[in-house]
């Protein structure tokens, strides 16, 4: 068996409780689960989306009910291992896959093979519970779906509470791991409790829902409000007077904000350049895009970058979805969408941000400020790709779902939560996150 391209799988994170200590597990166990007021739906619809691409990790009892399947006396597994090491962790395993990158169980109809020979219960954990996933708030436990699955993202199915039974019972049988975590830093320098740290991030999440505005001036604003607290030399301050100084911030942003939108500026031909090295990341984890395990695809990949990164002429087809195109004609306007169209982009911010998923993701050393860039810069390369998988053609509700699964596929890719992309996020601060943000919502 090849090695998978490792550059294009992205970590399928498990329904484990993101907990702030090991000691506050049987509190917050107790707490009740709840689910968004934005409301969230789901059903598997065997699609085989989240079986490509993806790195799940075994449990102890996961390879113990694997090597009982005896997968290596089945004529098609005798000399092809369902389990490999890890390569970060030798003492952890994961699922092995095929040389595209799909799962060893892929069967050619799409379908699951533990599935359909064993059922649901003989899969491994995270494969039943994906993409489930519990986010500890203050006093609750929220219930949220990643939209890493293109039924989540689009919102098909039942509404979460109907899954809740499920969530419970998996609950009871203990199959619940858990991750303790230390507060994320505020900025660079600055670690602050918890509670002082939710306060922020529920200010967040009031900035990106306010429906007194539209979502664009949302996320400027939530981006303004990330540098007014990166300016602030709050390192001194109490946490009360910080609490203080942080609602005060909130207030100052519509003003603060509305200068991009009076000048409409374009981005600097620098922080297009930066983001476009962005978007050719979350391009690589659309889910329509398939890598060819081959050198030569491998070298037309990185000829689409050079050109991408340095900013003129041809980009190559790379494959369906993302078609022959001038680069010219990304930066044209997409005008009005139809509101089906904007959906699914807007509904992974807000559930994003109602669920802090994207501060109590696993990104080592990211500060909170960063991690705000990190969700709005969403925005801007949503759109970006969306002018490149639909170009010659009408863009389609369908174009944004896929699209969002890529995007929320970056929460768990190397590239997207290392210090690379931390800088270019960084790079981008000085007000062109903000241009960005602006040019790309025409
Ligand atoms: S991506 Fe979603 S809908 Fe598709 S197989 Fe996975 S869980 Fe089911």
């Known amino acids: ?42 059903d598997c619809h065997q699609c085989g989306i989240c079986c490509r691409g993806s790195l799940i990790p075994l449990y102890d009892e996961d390879l113990a009910r694997l090597r009982s399947q005896k997968w290596e006396e089945h004529p098609e597994f005798r000399n092809t291992p369902v389990m490999v090491r890890n390569q970060s962790s030798k003492k952890a395993f994961r699922l092995a896959h095929r040389a595209d990158g799909s799962c060893v169980f892929l069967s050619d109809q799409g379908l699951c093979r533990i599935h359909s020979e064993l059922g649901f219960e003989a899969k491994p954990t995270i494969c039943r519970v994906f993409p489930l996933q519990l986010v500890p708030r203050n006093g609750k436990v929220v219930l949220t779906a990643r939209r890493a699955c293109p039924s989540a993202a689009a919102d098909r199915g039942q509404l979460l509470k109907q899954h809740l039974p499920f969530v419970q019972q998996f609950i009871r049988d203990g199959r619940l791991s858990t991750k303790a975590i230390e507060p994320p830093p505020l900025k660079a320098g600055e670690q602050r409790n918890w509670k002082t740290v939710e306060f922020v991030l529920e200010t967040v999440s009031h900035l990106l829902l306010d429906e007194r505005f539209p979502p664009v001036r949302r996320m400027v604003h939530t981006l303004q409000f990330a540098n007014l607290l990166s300016n602030a030399k709050t390192k001194p301050m109490e946490d009360k007077k910080l609490t203080e100084l ?3 911030l909130a207030q100052l942003v519509p003003d603060e904000s509305k200068h991009f939108f009076d000048d409409r500026r374009p981005p600097s031909g620098y922080a297009r350049m930066v983001f476009r090295s962005m978007g050719i990341e979350f391009a690589r984890l659309h889910p329509q895009f398939r890598p060819i395990p081959s050198w030569s695809h491998r070298i037309q990949l990185l000829n689409t970058f050079f050109r991408l990164v340095r900013g003129g002429g041809p980009l190559p087809e790379i494959q369906p979805p993302f078609p022959q195109v001038r680069l010219e ?11 089906s169209i904007d959906y699914p ?65 970056g929460q768990g890719f190397a590239s997207l939560t290392g210090p690379l992309h931390r800088f270019r996020l960084q790079m981008l601060s000085s007000g062109e996150l903000e241009r960005l943000v602006v040019w790309y919502a025409r």
Do not use: C
């Open 345 to 409: 982009l807007a509904r992974l911010i807000e559930a994003t941000s109602a669920s802090y998923i994207y501060a109590l993701a696993d990104r080592k050393g990211w500060s909170v400020v960063e991690s705000i860039r990190g969700l709005v810069s969403l925005f801007p390369v949503g759109l970006w790709l969306l002018r490149w998988v639909s170009h010659g053609r009408n863009p389609t509700a369908e174009d944004m779902v896929h699209i969002v699964v890529s995007l929320d596929r």
């Open 246 to 248: 942080i609602k005060t």
């Open 329 to 339: 004609q990304l930066e044209l306007p997409l005008g009005l969408l139809d509101p």
């Open 1 to 42: 068996m090849n090695k998978p391209g490792r550059e294009v799988m992205y970590r399928r994170e498990a329904m484990e409780l993101t907990i702030r200590s090991v000691t506050q597990l049987k509190e917050i166990m107790s707490l009740p689960i709840v689910i968004l007021p934005t409301t969230e739906k789901w």
